[in-house]
């Protein structure tokens, strides 16, 4: 007979071993992606969620910036079909996990994160990010409630502060320097209660 161990037991493992979470909250993400995953890859046997799958999601479609979270999200997965299966579901979350000095993990390094964050203000995937994206970003951020003018001062002077090498777009390396004093490892982590 077999080890008594099943293939989803093998998988969580697996997953646990690579992502740093704990085998039960893999377990309650496989819980929560089945619930979210609407298709199935017939030949791989698999549930995969689509961009319509997050978009369901009160949460994401709530957030004025749910779009690029989404897009992010399929970004750092690297499913360029646009299928999230559950392994990549996990990678992705993983970033989301606070980092343990003591045992650190590449998928939720402080460089994981800022990547992350990175991508969200990256509109047209160029790997800089100008004034024209950081601005619609600070849009969708703030909403009606500060003027054009005023989100356009806001762009102008951070271009100016961030930009290093002023060639009118901010580079990763840049972006990360203006990062340099933020706590990002705690403003891009949550627990899990799992």
Same mark, same amino acid.
């Given at each position: 007979?077999? $080890? /008594?161990?099943?293939?989803?037991?093998?998988? @969580?493992?697996?997953?646990? $071993?690579? $992502?740093?979470?704990?085998? +039960?909250? !893999?377990?309650? *993400?496989?819980?929560?992606?089945?619930? *979210?995953?609407?298709?199935?890859?017939?030949?791989? #046997?698999?549930?995969?969620?689509?961009?319509?799958?997050?978009?369901?999601?009160?949460?994401?479609?709530?957030?004025?910036? /749910?779009?690029?979270?989404?897009?992010?999200? @399929? &970004?750092?997965?690297?499913?360029?079909?646009?299928? %999230?299966?559950?392994?990549? @579901?996990?990678?992705?979350?993983?970033?989301?996990?606070? %980092?343990? +000095?003591?045992?650190?993990?590449?998928?939720?390094?402080?460089?994981?994160?800022?990547?992350?964050?990175?991508?969200?203000?990256? *509109? #047209? +995937?160029?790997?800089? !990010?100008?004034?024209?994206?950081?601005?619609? %970003?600070?849009?969708?951020? !703030? /909403? &009606?409630?500060?003027?054009? &003018?005023?989100?356009?001062? %806001?762009?102008?002077?951070?271009?100016?502060?961030?930009? /290093?090498?002023?060639?009118?777009? !901010?580079? @990763?390396?840049?972006?990360?320097?203006?990062?340099?004093?933020?706590?990002?490892?705690? +403003?891009?982590?949550?627990?899990?209660?799992?």
């Amino acid at each position: 007979m077999g $080890s /008594g161990m099943s293939v989803h037991d093998e998988t @969580f493992d697996k997953l646990s $071993s690579e $992502s740093g979470l704990s085998k +039960k909250s !893999i377990k309650s *993400l496989y819980e929560r992606f089945e619930t *979210l995953a609407t298709h199935k890859d017939v030949a791989l #046997n698999e549930r995969f969620m689509n961009d319509e799958d997050f978009k369901n999601i009160d949460e994401l479609r709530k957030n004025p910036l /749910g779009e690029r979270l989404i897009e992010a999200f @399929f &970004a750092v997965a690297d499913a360029d079909n646009h299928r %999230i299966y559950f392994k990549d @579901f996990v990678r992705v979350i993983a970033h989301f996990r606070p %980092i343990d +000095k003591n045992n650190p993990h590449p998928w939720n390094s402080r460089e994981a994160k800022l990547r992350f964050a990175f991508t969200m203000y990256d *509109l #047209n +995937k160029s790997g800089t !990010i100008t004034k024209d994206e950081f601005t619609e %970003i600070l849009k969708r951020m !703030i /909403g &009606a409630n500060v003027s054009d &003018a005023k989100v356009d001062s %806001i762009a102008e002077r951070t271009m100016r502060e961030t930009d /290093g090498d002023a060639d009118g777009s !901010i580079t @990763f390396q840049e972006f990360c320097q203006a990062m340099e004093k933020t706590d990002i490892e705690q +403003k891009m982590s949550f627990r899990f209660l799992t």
